[in-house]
């Protein structure tokens, strides 16, 4: 039975079939590559994502990953695509945060697709690897610029004629602290794509230039489909211009009330972003590149049009992001990005939602959690090498009508926890206390969420690395609620820093704790 597109006009059936079927080949994606890895991170946490992309860089299909590595891939795309000439059969890698990545741990590896000699469209996958060759277990480390985070990566053929180049991967793994595991998962994301392709292919057909151009009608009405909707979405939001500013606590190197300043200006629907008057790049790896910047931004403004809007490129057509050169949301290299992907973009989230809820309040939530609270441990003088990286859930926010959800992770990212069965079974570690944090959230009409308590024991010594927010500046509330609790960290009972490194000897035990989210309304 021949399943491919056809040149048909597509009617709306047809569009959700196709919807469907090219959404999925990002779904089939992403669980290769989750069956395929070999670290916990990857494996166990889910911490990649998978699209499609088409042959502009322009996004064709999502699956329900993790938003800042999609809204950054979206964004950045074109600019990579441009930028080379591409050859069927290669893998271009990727991390460098100023060519088109986030942070160094997220990888990124992209294949085009051709039919016969015409270059159709391009898979991608972004995955997160715990080490990436900082000298800092973990790959988080507290740094200063960008060379002290790992092995950087231009844009390079990882495979080339539909083979592995042994001399890039070879040097990469020279770096690394444990390279049977990096190669595991290198080549998780390379069948990945392959699998990609091979559903992508199937789709369009094998029907030469008339099935190429039906792909490329089914596209356009897709994306027409998708502006159409978020037009009609954003059309709701009154005219007018909307500010408001919030604060990251420090950059872990002295510099505190760093402000992410957010203006919104709306009309008829067209929207324009602007982050001018936040902070200038700074010291510490709180920086970003504008596309992570720009994924928390589109995160918003997606979380406001309905679910049956796609997530392709003409939803967002209608939306322009800005932000100076050198601040701290438009950094230039090779300012320090660590933190960047995973803690300032979450306090972009924040900006926007406040700037919006002066616009549309009956819509926005409290303030949630705000942060990934990052954990990276990693083996100190120990002749068997180990890394792991955790994120950890928090409160979320409460809405007019509705309490926040405890113990979850928000907005930039959508990974699991990593179990505790497998934690103590890979590393030299123990779970001690994991359990919610009871009434962290913020008091009010609607109660915001609770955060987590998670105490780990180190069975061997170990490096640590703590990066995380709203510790001084706890989660706001809305309408009258109250803050959510800040958070805390904790080594052997005593408070750290929100963003600090070290040493822990065998034995001592640190202890994270998330904020609670903030509440709505005024409490009766």
Known sequence: MNTSVTAKPANAIELAIFASRITAVCEEMG??????????????????????????GRLCAQAAHIPVH????????????????????QMIALNDPYLGGTHLPDVTLIAPLFVGDELVAFVANRAHHADIGADSPGSMPLSKNLDEEGLVIAPVALVDDDAIDESVLGGWLEHLRNPPIARGDFSAQIAANRIGLKRLSALIGEGGDADVAAFKKQLGEYNDYARALAASALRELPDGRYEFTDVLDDDGQGNTDLAIACRIDIDNGRIAVDFAGSADQTAGNVNCPLSVTAAGTLYVFRCLMPDQVPACAGAFDDIQISAPEG?????RAPHAVAAGNVETSQRVVDAVLGALAKAIGERIPAASHGSMNNVALGSHDSA?????????????????????ASGVQAHMTNTLNTPVEVLERHFPLRMRRYTLRRDSGGAGAQHGGDGLIREIEFLDDASYTVLAERRRHAPWGRAGGADGAPGENRLDGE???????????????LTVISAGGGGHGEAS
């Not at 069956?35 to 699209?51: E, G, K, M, T, V």
């Not at 601040?327 to 950094?331: D, M, P, Q, S």
Request: glycine share 12%; net charge negative.
């Open 384 to 404: 068997t090498p180990w890394d792991y990286y955790e994120t950890m859930g928090g409160g979320l926010g409460a809405g007019p009508s509705h309490a926040g």
């Open 495 to 509: 408070t750290i820093a929100p963003k600090c490194t070290g040493i822990a000897c065998a034995g001592q035990r």
């Open 31 to 56: 669980a290769s590559l989750a069956q395929a890895a070999f670290s916990p991170n990857i494996r166990d946490r889910l911490d990649y994502s998978c699209a499609v992309f088409d042959a502009q």
């Open 327 to 331: 601040c701290l949301l438009n950094a």
């Open 70 to 89: 999609l809204g950054s891939m979206a964004y950045a795309m074109a600019d990579i695509v441009a930028a080379r000439d591409w050859a069927p059969g």
